[in-house]
């Protein structure tokens, strides 16, 4: 088990990370303290070897959670369902207790805007299945995935793997 967290580092490559629609189909429910997935042959978090996988070349590349996770079940217990070997990569998470009221009304993009700006990330990129709000000058640092193949899709595999490439280099 991982305890603690790593010190966020604000010239360190940042991967901001969502969970539906990116390391699992986006069919994904809260019933009672549980998170279901409801799509047959699929499982939670199922694509998180391919993130792994693809991240491993660039060791001082470190994560910000950027899912409803966080606001739901909180940032310890969100990260907990990562493997060790992202969980330990984790610095943060865009949403935190002290959010301005309205927060979750953001688009994903206005939060991890919010966040780049609070932290002054120099480098980083982005990766989920909301498009929204997503255009101009910020559009080149999302890997926007299809909300039911995630990381799954050889597509959204090599675009992550080459804007790791320039992000990391």
Same mark, same amino acid.
């Given at each position: 088990?991982?305890?603690?967290?790593?010190?966020?580092?604000?010239?360190?490559?940042?991967?901001?990370?969502?969970?539906?629609?990116?390391?699992?189909?986006?069919?994904?429910?809260?019933?009672?303290?549980?998170?279901?997935?409801?799509?047959?042959?699929?499982?939670?978090?199922?694509?998180?070897?391919?993130?792994?996988?693809?991240?491993?070349?660039? *060791?001082?590349?470190?994560? $910000?959670?950027?899912?409803?996770?966080?606001?739901?079940?909180?940032?310890? $217990?969100?990260?907990?369902?990562?493997?060790?070997?992202?969980?330990?990569?984790?610095?943060?998470?865009?949403?935190?207790?002290?959010? *301005?009221?309205?927060?979750?009304?953001?688009?994903?993009?206005?939060?991890?805007?919010?966040?780049?700006?609070?932290?002054?990330?120099?480098?980083?990129? @982005?990766?989920?299945?909301?498009?929204?709000?997503?255009?101009?000058?910020?559009?080149?640092?999302?890997?926007?995935?299809?909300?039911?193949?995630?990381?799954?899709?050889?597509? @959204?595999?090599?675009?992550?793997?080459?804007?790791?490439?320039?992000?990391?280099?």
């Amino acid at each position: 088990m991982v305890t603690g967290i790593r010190q966020r580092e604000p010239k360190l490559p940042t991967l901001f990370l969502d969970f539906d629609g990116v390391l699992h189909p986006d069919e994904v429910y809260r019933v009672g303290e549980r998170i279901v997935l409801r799509m047959d042959g699929f499982s939670l978090f199922e694509w998180s070897d391919v993130l792994d996988e693809l991240i491993a070349p660039y *060791p001082a590349l470190q994560i $910000v959670l950027s899912t409803t996770w966080v606001r739901l079940l909180g940032f310890e $217990v969100a990260r907990s369902h990562l493997p060790e070997s992202l969980q330990r990569r984790v610095v943060g998470a865009t949403w935190h207790e002290t959010a *301005p009221r309205g927060w979750e009304r953001l688009t994903r993009y206005e939060q991890i805007q919010l966040n780049v700006a609070q932290h002054r990330h120099a480098r980083w990129l @982005a990766i989920d299945d909301d498009g929204h709000g997503w255009s101009g000058e910020h559009r080149s640092n999302l890997v926007l995935t299809d909300s039911l193949l995630g990381l799954g899709a050889a597509s @959204a595999q090599d675009e992550l793997r080459d804007k790791l490439t320039l992000l990391c280099r």
